[in-house]
């Protein structure tokens, strides 16, 4: 309408310089009090103006965008909707991953208004975080692909994966590691070969990979391989896998080198008040530990272990879980209830990792009920390895009435843990419970 | 009741402690108050008190939730009729009770204030303020004028203070609403292409409200009254609530917006009559971290009869009774045209209305703008400020679905959307 645009541009330079337009309104008679104050004559025109427009506004045109292909998944529950955008607000968001992994291994479809949420976060993850951006764009299915048609920015995310060898060939690590682990559940062999021929060439980030993805499937015929990493170039982050896979490979050398270490270090004494541990740690870091994955000098991170404690850590954390039950004869829950003075820190967080390594639910759960009921954890490390089982242990144990309630008078640290660990248990009934919506 | 969580997590964290056992003291009194003592984390138990007309709670625990998981868990044990009706309250309970009953209906709630003592003094004071308004509107009148003559490109150099300082003025000349309007246009200079149009605009209908307010005489009474509320002038609840012949109907619960300012939050509710077809508002106000009311919630249905406010449109209105709570199934939807004559129409009686509650059938469009085609390819645009919009295409992955929200004449602000199973979504 150029009569009020005549007018708008009238009173941005001020009635003081510009002349009031004539306003005709259809179906209504010109204004004839046009003698006044020309401010005045102005915003009178411009009210009658701003009225008609408003009232008068006649429809757009948009053009429509394509229609998604059908989903034929079920919906998750409207709980599991629920959780998720809280999950997406902020809750728990270190579970994000569990919770695709869930919808996705269920065959199940994820709440579309929350597609967007999941598709910023896998891109603003960046490429390292291959897995989640892989998860969002399986679980996202047909609308996410769809939803990154309209908006460039998530095209990334949801790019069509690539097939077959072309994956293994051209994809990104997300994308090889996604081929490598689906050949190895078809064709073990033919992956062996695969990652075999490829070691040499492959760089630090790819062998890390190779070697997660056999933690999947572990199996007795990857120990050749295994044991040949560990004499590869001292790259910390493929030892540190070797040596953690290899630890769990019933009757592999190193397991067995670990054990002999370790149960040089801790003996069974029985006291007055019944059987307690006494340990010797390592006063060095030999060569053949740090052949093994050891490595020597203060823990990087936040660790406050001394030295020797730092080694001594690291020895139990590879060292088979049954070598404990089988010398002491005792259960995993009897085990990690012995006494073991100032060495007790070390112990528990030696054996947490040992048992997320070895993927060793008994000991996990003996871990976090010892942790719930008796003795509390006290050092930041010994934090940090109950906040790991709680995420890492089978979340069975988050059903009601499976762990001990917290006393009233428990940190902070052991009701956060023992939620968290009812958070996953919810979490994945959830998606179990109905698929009606 | 489990929609007076502020979020799931408190929820959640509520269900475990709903057991007799982390209660060893409860009461409720008739159907007004529930006490009770829980057993937390702390040496003493925590002593949580909920005021069920408010709905209000207190409680001695230091979370910052609000509620807390303590006061949803008593609610909880309520409604399972765990909680035995055992006459007086404890001390602790009694006296926050007690307080929270003068403080509503005593006089710093600005909705109910107390009945004038005198009638002559507080006649005297009316007069004088309508003097004050009558005043304000004048010197609202010459300061448009102003800036229309030295040029809206002047105002957009002047910064914040230009407008705030009018705005002081017509605080002082008690017309309180005049002056948010005109405080809230120091932002239009800065709302992208096309401010000085929207500026305009505002002044012009600020010159159309001020030339109303002062021939508020010539006008019919419910053209009066819309005038008045907006120039600041407010009716109390009770005379509402008096006054007002009640619409009873089946309301669906459309849409929810929370808006802050000034650390006061403001919720508004927007309704639609099964049967009437009647667009209502309900208001409820919060100092900031204080939950607001939630009674209604998105997506139910509502047996209540409402209460409205006279107006020329008339909108807002107050619950004066309620009954059962359904869930509702989607309302049913507009179309573009439908929706633009319903605004043209209000309009017509109210030319100051600038957010009208729709309910449209449409699919979302992104070219040439964001916007919502109905089956006649009829389109409006998604008002700028309600950002990207994703999810609302996420949820109707192109096709029509069923979206509420608020009419403005920069378009539309999505609220609430019904997904293909009739499920409901709060965008």
């Known amino acids: 309408m150029s009569t009020w645009h005549d007018l708008v541009t009238a009173s941005l330079i001020g009635t003081e310089r510009a002349v009031v337009p004539a306003v005709a309104i259809p179906g209504l008679p010109a204004a004839e009090d046009d003698t006044g104050d020309p401010a005045a004559v102005l915003l009178d025109r411009a009210a009658l103006l701003t009225a008609a427009r408003r009232a008068g506004r006649r429809p757009d045109r948009a053009e429509p965008v394509p229609v998604c292909e059908p989903d034929p998944r079920p919906a998750v529950s409207q709980a599991a909707a629920i959780r998720l955008a809280g999950m997406l607000d902020g809750e728990h968001p270190d579970l994000l991953t569990e919770w695709l992994t869930a919808v996705a291994a269920r065959g199940l479809q994820p709440p579309p208004q929350s597609l967007p949420a999941l598709l910023d976060r896998a891109r603003r993850a960046g490429p390292k975080a291959a897995v989640l951006r892989h998860l969002v764009a399986e679980a996202g299915g047909p609308r996410a692909r769809w939803l990154a048609g309209l908006n460039p920015e998530w095209e990334s995310v949801a790019a069509p994966a690539l097939a077959g060898p072309d994956a293994w060939r051209l994809g990104d690590t997300g994308q090889r590691r996604g081929y490598l682990a689906s050949l190895l559940a078809s064709d073990p062999d033919a992956a062996r070969e695969l990652i075999a021929g490829s070691w040499g060439a492959a760089g630090i980030a790819d062998r890390v990979m190779f070697l997660s993805v056999l933690a999947d499937r572990l199996d007795p015929a990857d120990a050749p391989l295994l044991e040949g990493a560990l004499d590869d170039r001292p790259d910390v982050g493929v030892r540190d896998w070797a040596s953690y896979l290899l630890a769990r490979l019933p009757g592999s050398a190193l397991g067995h080198r670990m054990a002999e270490r370790a149960l040089r270090c801790v003996r069974m004494e029985h006291g007055a008040r019944g059987p307690h541990l006494v340990v010797t740690p390592p006063t060095e870091c030999d060569a053949s530990m740090r052949h093994d994955g050891i490595v020597p000098g203060p823990a990087t991170g936040r660790s406050q272990f001394s030295y020797r404690a730092h080694l001594m850590c690291q020895v139990v954390a590879r060292t088979p879980l049954r070598t404990w039950t089988d010398e002491f004869g005792l259960t995993a829950v009897q085990m990690v209830a012995l006494g073991s003075g100032d060495w007790a820190p070390v112990l528990f967080t030696g054996w947490t990792r040992a048992a997320i390594a070895q993927r060793d639910h008994d000991w996990m759960a003996a871990l976090i009920s010892q942790a719930l009921t008796g003795r509390l954890p006290g050092t930041a490390t010994e934090a940090e390895a109950l906040g790991l089982l709680a995420r890492r242990a089978d979340p069975a144990l988050g059903a009601p009435d499976t762990l001990p309630e917290p006393g009233p008078d428990a940190r902070t640290l052991i009701h956060a843990a023992h939620d968290l660990l009812r958070f996953r248990y919810d979490m994945l009934k959830e998606l179990d419970d109905d698929h009606s919506g | 009741?489990?929609?007076?969580?502020?979020?799931?997590?408190?929820?959640?964290?509520?269900?475990?402690?709903?057991?007799?056992?982390?209660?060893?003291?409860?009461?409720?009194?008739?159907?007004?108050?529930?006490?009770?003592?829980?057993?937390?984390?702390?040496?003493?138990?925590?002593?949580?008190?909920?005021?069920?007309?408010?709905?209000?709670?207190?409680?001695?625990?230091?979370?910052?939730?609000?509620?807390?998981?303590?006061?949803?868990?008593?609610?909880?044990?309520?409604?399972?009729?765990?909680?035995?009706?055992?006459?007086?309250?404890?001390?602790?309970?009694?006296?926050?009770?007690?307080?929270?009953?003068?403080?509503?209906?005593?006089?710093?709630?600005?909705?109910?204030?107390?009945?004038?003592?005198?009638?002559?003094?507080?006649?005297?004071?009316?007069?004088?303020?309508?003097?004050?308004?009558?005043?304000?509107?004048?010197?609202?009148?010459?300061?448009?004028?102003?800036?229309?003559?030295?040029?809206?490109?002047?105002?957009?150099?002047?910064?914040?203070?230009?407008?705030d300082d009018i705005a002081a003025r017509m605080v002082d000349a008690q017309a309180p609403a005049l002056a948010e309007r005109l405080r809230a246009l120091a932002a239009v200079p800065y709302s992208g292409a096309g401010w000085e149009a929207r500026l305009l605009e505002e002044y012009a209908l600020l010159w159309l409200l001020a030339a109303a307010g002062r021939d508020q005489a010539g006008l019919p009474a419910p053209l009066r009254d819309t005038v008045r509320s907006r120039v600041g002038f407010t009716v109390r609840q009770a005379e509402v609530l008096a006054s007002a012949t009640p619409v009873r109907d089946y309301w669906h619960v459309l849409a929810r917006r929370d808006l802050d300012q000034d650390r006061i939050r403001t919720r508004r509710v927007w309704l639609r009559g099964r049967e009437t077809g009647r667009a209502a508002l309900v208001l409820s106000f919060a100092v900031l971290g204080q939950s607001l009311d939630d009674s209604l919630s998105v997506g139910t249905e509502v047996d209540a009869d409402l209460a409205f406010y006279p107006a020329a449109v008339p909108l807002r209105a107050l619950l004066a009774t309620r009954r059962d709570t359904f869930p509702g199934r989607p309302p049913p939807g507009d179309t573009v045209t439908g929706l633009l004559a319903g605004y043209a129409a209000a309009l017509g009686e109210d030319p100051w209305l600038d957010t009208w509650p729709v309910v449209l059938q449409a699919a979302p469009a992104r070219a040439p703008r964001p916007s919502l085609y109905d089956a006649a390819g009829d389109a409006v645009p998604l008002h700028p400020g309600a950002g990207d919009c994703?999810?609302?295409?996420?949820?109707?992955?192109?096709?029509?679905?069923?979206?509420?929200?608020?009419?403005?004449?920069?378009?539309?602000?999505?609220?609430?959307?019904?997904?293909?199973?009739?499920?409901?979504?709060?965008?």
Not at chain 2, 138 to 162: I, K, P
Request: charged share 20%; with cysteine.
């Open chain 2, 390 to 427: 994703w999810p609302l295409f996420a949820l109707s992955g192109g096709d029509p679905l069923t979206v509420a929200g608020e009419w403005t004449p920069r378009g539309l602000w999505p609220l609430t959307a019904w997904d293909e199973g009739g499920m409901v979504v709060p965008l």
């Open chain 2, 1 to 163: 009741m489990l929609a007076l969580a502020p979020d799931a997590p408190s929820l959640r964290a509520a269900q475990p402690l709903a057991s007799d056992r982390s209660w060893p003291v409860t009461g409720a009194a008739d159907d007004s108050a529930l006490w009770g003592q829980c057993r937390g984390s702390a040496a003493a138990p925590y002593r949580t008190v909920v005021d069920l007309s408010g709905p209000a709670y207190r409680c001695s625990c230091p979370s910052r939730k609000f509620p807390c998981k303590h006061a949803l868990a008593l609610l909880l044990l309520w409604s399972d009729g765990a909680v035995a009706t055992n006459g007086a309250p404890p001390d602790w309970a009694a006296s926050w009770i007690a307080e929270r009953a003068a403080r509503t209906s005593g006089p710093e709630n600005p909705e109910n204030p107390k009945p004038p003592a005198d009638p002559a003094a507080a006649q005297r004071r009316a007069e004088q303020r309508e003097a004050r308004v009558a005043t304000g509107l004048v010197e609202l009148d010459r300061w448009l004028c102003d800036q229309v003559r030295q040029g809206l490109a002047a105002s957009q150099r002047a910064g914040y203070r230009h407008w």
